[in-house]
C-alpha cells in the first residue's frame, strides 16, 4: 500500500503539521509526499529529509504559489491512480483541500483521525470530543485527514527520498489569491507550543487579559491562547482561540486560566499532556479533565506563580 501526502508549505519551508501526517501515514504503508508551489525546490529538499518519506513529487507552477485547493486538487487526481491513500494533516489547508480532491475522485473522505488500526479501520472524535467512533471502509481508495496532535512528528532528518518532477496542470482559474494578513509575534506558534497559556472571559476585559497571562508567557515561553467568549469579547484576537471551533492544541502543558471547562473548549485542549487549571469555582467543569487544579482568585494566585518561576 501506498500513502500520498500533499504537503503545507509556504514554498520556502515546510509546515510542521505535515510531519504529523507522515508519521500516521507510515502506519498504512510507503510514504510519498506532493509538494505544489512556486519557486519550491527547498521545500522538497526538506522534504526528501525526512524519515519514512521515500518519494517527493514536486510540481512548480506560478499558479501553484498561494496553495488554492482548486489548482492543486486536479494536481492530486492526476497523481492518484499510483495511490490507495490521498492524505494530508486536519489544519485549514487540508480540510479546504481534501474534500475537492475527494468530490473529483468520488471515493469516501474519513476525516480529523486520530487513530489508525490498520488499512481500512480508523478512529475519530465526535461530539466535541467526548466520544470517538471506529470507522471501517474497504474501498479501493480513500481520501483521509490527520489530526497532528493525535501523532508524533516525522524526525526531519535521516531521510533520503528520491525527488521526482511532475508537470503541473493546467490553471482552472476558479479563484484568485487576494491578500494575506499575517500575524507576526515573539511567541511560538500556537499549535506548535511545548506551552500555553489560555484565558478565558473571567479575565474581566482585553487590558486584564493581557496584564495577567503576558507575564506568565513570558517566564514560560509559551504561546497564548483563549475561549471562543474571550475572543468573542475581544480580549484576544481570533487566531488565539483554542476550541471546536478553533484551534486544536496538545502541548505538554497547558494553563487554564478563568475558563470555565465548557466542551466547546475542552475538545480542543483535552489531549495537552498536563492541564493546570486556576478558577475560582470549586464545581468547574474544567477541573473534570485537569491534572492539577488550583481553587481561588486567578488575579492573586497567577501574579504569584509568576513570581515563584521567576525565583
Not at 500513502?3 to 519551508?13: C, M
Not at 485547493?69 to 491512480?81: G, Q, W, Y
Not at 465548557?262 to 492541564?275: C, E, L, N, R, Y
Amino acid at each position: 500500500m501506498s500513502v500520498l501526502i500533499i504537503a503545507e508549505h509556504n514554498n520556502q519551508q515546510l509546515n510542521p503539521a505535515t510531519l504529523h501526517a507522515v508519521s500516521a501515514a507510515a502506519k498504512l504503508g510507503e510514504v510519498h509526499i506532493l509538494v505544489a508551489g512556486s519557486n519550491a525546490s527547498a521545500v522538497a529538499d526538506a522534504a526528501k529529509q525526512v524519515q519514512g518519506v521515500t518519494k517527493v513529487w514536486l510540481a512548480d507552477a506560478a499558479h501553484y504559489a498561494e496553495g488554492l485547493p482548486e489548482e492543486i486538487a486536479p494536481l492530486a487526481v492526476k497523481l492518484a491512480d499510483g495511490y490507495r491513500y490521498i492524505a494530508a494533516t486536519a489544519t485549514a489547508f487540508g480540510k479546504n483541500l481534501l474534500p475537492r480532491v475527494a468530490a473529483l475522485l468520488d471515493v469516501p473522505q474519513i476525516s480529523d483521525l486520530t487513530e489508525v488500526a490498520d488499512e481500512q479501520t480508523f478512529v475519530r472524535p465526535i461530539y466535541a470530543g467526548n466520544a470517538f467512533e471506529t470507522v471501517q471502509c474497504n474501498e479501493e481508495k480513500l481520501v483521509l485527514t490527520f489530526r497532528a496532535t493525535a501523532f508524533d512528528a516525522a524526525e526531519t532528518s535521516g531521510g533520503q527520498a528520491e525527488v521526482a518532477v511532475v508537470e503541473a496542470t493546467s490553471a482552472q482559474n476558479l479563484s484568485r489569491f487576494i491578500s494575506r494578513d499575517l500575524v507576526s509575534a515573539d511567541r511560538p506558534e500556537l499549535t506548535q507550543a511545548k506551552v500555553v497559556v489560555a484565558g478565558g472571559r473571567a479575565l474581566g476585559s482585553a487590558e486584564k487579559f493581557d496584564e495577567v497571562l503576558n507575564p506568565l508567557a513570558d517566564v514560560l515561553g509559551a504561546a497564548i491562547g483563549a475561549t471562543r467568549a474571550a475572543v468573542d469579547a475581544e480580549y484576544a484576537p481570533n487566531d488565539a482561540q483554542v476550541g471546536q471551533t478553533g484551534k486544536v492544541v496538545a502541548p505538554q502543558l497547558y494553563f487554564a486560566i478563568g475558563i470555565s471547562g465548557a466542551i466547546q473548549h475542552t475538545a480542543g485542549m483535552q489531549d495537552s499532556k498536563v492541564i493546570v487549571a486556576i478558577n475560582k469555582d470549586p464545581d468547574a467543569q474544567i477541573f473534570n479533565v485537569a491534572d492539577y487544579g488550583l481553587v481561588g482568585d486567578l488575579f492573586e494566585i497567577v501574579p504569584q506563580l509568576v513570581e515563584a518561576l521567576k525565583a
